[in-house]
């Protein structure tokens, strides 16, 4: 499957994407600039997922990386993942507060005293902000919708697979139990079915969320016990501990009850989605073909550059 | 020109993209979602610009939302634009002071006094965090860099082509002052001439950044007395006062002395950008075309589908 980078020990994978020109650092741990010829991968694999979904008849909706604080305070979040926030503060004072704020960032201070939190957070996940702009009855045969947004996780790793912010793309159902259940079952399958296509050596497993702290191991457990959430995982920084590259995750109704969306029968419409880490692919792909595309096995190339199947 | 928005009033433009779905309001001011058919436009201008820029043999580099806050505390936008800064916080609290916050969020009290500033802020400019990335001797004949990322600005408006999240396109020369210079002259014209061939009627004028407070006024003045910056200025929500979808800069040897990026005669490193405001182009032809992509005239719809002119 991978005679270059097999043998590599962890964390020399950073090392090489940078050098090779791939990752490119900005300072911060988990933050990286991106190769033209990785967002080439990018673009070729996104067209692959949207041949697959082609059958979904989605509407496209493309996200920013912000959405609402309003928004956010509806979700539970922030009691299971507030070591991953990103809140975004603003200064909305006059001269002379800013005289302040000038003469203590110039003196080495704290200069952020005097911000204020503005009226958006970072996205954790591409398809929270969608919910709220869905509150209502869906229409008969609920809707599939087609993102694409950054998401934001403060989490500093060297894992180049673990970046802060990174790219989830995503299809998104809305409608009965049933129909919110099939959907994640047939992305199981299409999302396994495109990465082993890609020559990636790919495995499903159940998985959790990282719920914060002792309070999280019930969440966690339960999750794991209700099959909520599958991975699709691929060695990447690590062998011993594959990379969830994709998951395939039903919500059940908690979105449709925290943002009144209703299906056909009036009750609160349960939703299911598959994401796909977009910078993760592209590294497994790296990381089991060798960092030169132009040189990646002959049927992977060609189905990167098909898009279709 | 533009016989179907010509006469509607300032403001309208907004509902109507609205109701055509090409922008989502996401419950803040000046934070939408974009329609699949919006990013189609998007892309497609993209390709345009690709083209124009094949002669400059860029260096590709993608830009995350996000950069070092250490970079940040290097350039001057906390003295010149604090009102429209970013800052992103997080929580690194244990158990007990989570659950504090938890408290606070649940009594509706202010529950972000426990958050710390995190090693990043939102980017201002695509081009800021590209600089600390080239410290050091630039190559002879200096770099040329294509560069595309969301970039915030704290400016809540409901004027539709005043974002407060949106993505920038730049070309970015280092080198000498003359290659700077010949730079922002020849995108002048390119950008100018690739705007007017989309049926937009694009003007050039000499423009200044929105420095604050009175102490701008100054910095406002300077720069328009050295013509440092020319905007490529299109009417979108407003005949009276049209919006720039595109801006060519001089930074003289600023970033050069902020990030000792040197260049082939050992003095500090000029730079020029030519920076396209992406959604502000789409919103542009979408005002003067029509909301339908499929019915705008066919030499507008030849020159985006070909990219190449």
Redesign the interface.
């Known amino acids: 499957m991978c005679d270059v980078e097999e043998t590599e020990p962890s964390g020399t994978l950073r090392d090489r994407l940078i050098a090779a020109g791939h990752l490119?650092?900005?300072?911060?741990?988990g933050?990286?600039?991106?190769?033209?010829a990785?967002?080439h991968v990018i673009e070729r694999f996104e067209a692959c997922v949207t041949a697959a979904g082609a059958d979904q008849r989605a509407?496209?909706?493309?996200?920013?990386?912000?959405?609402?604080?309003?928004?956010y305070?509806r979700i539970n979040h922030?009691?299971n993942f507030?070591?991953l926030?990103?809140?975004?503060?603003?200064?909305?004072?006059d001269?002379r507060a800013?005289r302040g704020?000038?003469a203590r960032?110039m003196a080495g201070e704290?200069?952020?005293t005097d911000?204020v939190?503005?009226?958006?957070m970072?996205i954790p996940a591409a398809c929270y902000?969608?919910y709220?702009?869905l509150t209502g009855a869906l229409p008969d045969g609920g809707r599939v919708v087609?993102l694409r947004s950054?998401v934001?996780r403060?989490d500093?790793s060297d894992d180049p697979a673990r970046?802060?912010?990174?790219r989830q793309r995503e299809y998104v159902r809305l409608g009965s139990a049933h129909q919110a259940h099939s959907h994640r079952d047939a992305w199981l399958e299409r999302a396994e079915g495109l990465l082993a296509a890609l020559g990636l050596p790919v495995e499903r497993v159940v998985a959790n969320d990282p719920f914060?702290?002792?309070?999280g191991r019930l969440a966690k457990a339960t999750q794991r016990e209700q099959a909520l959430k599958w991975e699709l995982v691929v060695p990447v920084a690590s062998d011993d501990s594959p990379t969830a590259v994709a998951s395939c995750n039903l919500h059940l109704d908690y979105f449709g009850l925290a943002f009144d969306i209703t299906a056909a029968d009036g009750a609160a419409a349960h939703t299911a989605c598959v994401g796909f880490g977009l910078e993760r692919v592209a590294l497994a792909l790296f990381r089991h073909h060798g960092l030169d595309p132009e040189r990646w096995p002959a049927e992977v190339r060609d189905r990167l550059e098909q898009g279709a199947a």
Chains 1, 2 share one sequence.
């Open positions: 490119i650092p900005l300072g911060v741990r933050v990286y600039g991106r190769s033209g990785m967002e509407d496209v909706v493309r996200l920013p990386p912000i959405f609402s604080r309003a928004h305070a922030i009691h507030p070591d926030l990103g809140s975004i503060h603003a200064f909305t004072g001269e800013h704020m000038s960032f704290d200069w952020t911000l939190p503005a009226e958006t970072l902000p969608l709220p702009t087609d950054f934001f403060h500093p970046m802060q912010i990174f914060f702290g002792r309070g």
